[in-house]
Each structure stands twice: as C-alpha cells, then as structure tokens.
C-alpha cells in the first residue's frame, strides 16, 4: 500500500539527524511520485508540512510541483503554510515563501488570489511582514492574474493604502518597478498579462523618480 510506504518513509524521517540532509532530501524528493490519489496527496502535504521548518527550501518547492495535483481545499492548506511563513524571522525562510506563493498564484481560481492578496495587504497593514523583492514579485503576480476592474481596485489599494511602502521608499518601490518590467519583457507571459503589467507601471510611473523612469 503506498500511504503504508510513505508513513514508513516518515517514520525514517524521526529517527534521522539533521546532519543526514542529503538522505532526507532525496525521501522527500521521493515522496512527490507517490502522489497518484487524493488520500495519498494528503499524506504527502502532512510529512512535507511536519518537515516545513527543518528542510523549508525542499518542501516548499516540492509543494509547488504537486499543487497541479491539489484540489481545492489541499491547494488552500498549502497556500496558508506558505502565508504563515511570511511572517518568518529567517530572511531566507521568508523569502522562499514569498517565491513559492508567486509561483503557486498561477494555479489558483479568482477566489483564491483574492484571498491571498487580502491576507497579504492585511499583514503589510499590521507590519506583521515588510515587503522585499520577493513580496514585490508575489504581488506583482497575483495582481496580474486577477480581473481588470478587480486590477484595478488592487491597485488603488496599494496606491492609497500602502504609500510608504510604495512611495517613501525608493528601494521597495525599485522592487516593485523591477517585477513588473519582467513580467513586461518575459516571452513566456501571455499577451493579457503583458498588458496588465502595462497597466501597472503606467498607475506607479506617476510616482517613480526620474533615475527610475530612465531605467
């Protein structure tokens, strides 16, 4: 039975050190072949999440590749894991979090990106986490995926909501500014959200300064 062997697999988990990062790496490489059923999938996310903390790099990227496989509410479990990780000390640990909800933000419905991206203004707002290049690029990407008029209502919120973040600070703003020429230039972007990212450095070109527009 496969949820048998990944329990097993889990079980090795306890019994070894860290100091075993190699072999452990490779157990939780394994683990994503194992993901042929929903019942499996849930074991799979319960001994990456138990890992999280110890081999957050492996995990999360892992998380990443099985989410086509998720349904919806185990696409939401992880989604939380990677939100409270934000809120991570380690800059590191913050930062791998905040690249894995970039990544996963393609693979979400519109309920779900609006659920992140409020739960991301709502911890901005609290200064629970401050925005990096890493955050900059999540927002970017989740704003680009969501409707025009909802776009555009992420935009306001930014705009009037967040202006230290986004004015004052000329680093955080550069960030912001960076992500969203990438998306601009990126081949692989489709034509719709190309546009969006045209949008967007066009609502922020209003504030940008002169070095940034030359840029």
């Known amino acids: 039975c496969i949820i048998n062997q990944i329990k097993i697999i889990q079980t090795q988990f306890n019994r070894l050190n860290l100091d075993n990062w190699k072999l452990i790496n490779n157990r939780l490489n394994f683990l ?27 995990c999360a990227d892992l998380l990443c590749v099985i989410s086509v496989k998720l349904n919806e509410q185990q696409l939401e479990d992880v989604i939380t894991l990677f939100m409270d990780g934000l809120v991570h000390e380690d800059k590191y640990d913050h930062e791998r979090c905040a690249l894995s909800i970039a990544k996963i933000a393609l693979k979400l419905n519109e309920r779900q990106l609006n659920k992140v991206f409020k739960c991301l203004m709502n911890a901005f707002e609290s200064r629970k986490i401050k925005i990096c290049n ?79 527009l030359n840029d």
Not at 42 to 56: G, T
Not at 148 to 173: C, M, T, V
Request: aromatic share 10%; proline share 1%; net charge neutral.
């Open 32 to 58: 994503q072949y194992l993901c042929i059923s929903t019942e499996t999938l849930d074991v799979v996310i319960r001994c990456y999440k138990k890992n999280f903390k110890e081999h957050i790099g492996t």
């Open 134 to 212: 890493k955050c900059a690029h999540a927002l970017a990407t989740i704003s680009s995926q969501l409707g025009e008029k909802q776009l555009d209502n992420a935009l306001q919120r930014l705009i009037h909501g967040f202006p230290s973040y986004f004015y004052n600070n000329e680093e955080q703003l550069g960030d912001v500014f960076q992500c969203l020429i990438n998306g601009l230039s990126d081949e692989n972007e489709s034509k719709d959200n190309c546009r969006k990212c045209a949008q967007l450095l066009g609502k922020f070109s209003m504030k940008w300064n002169e070095k940034q």
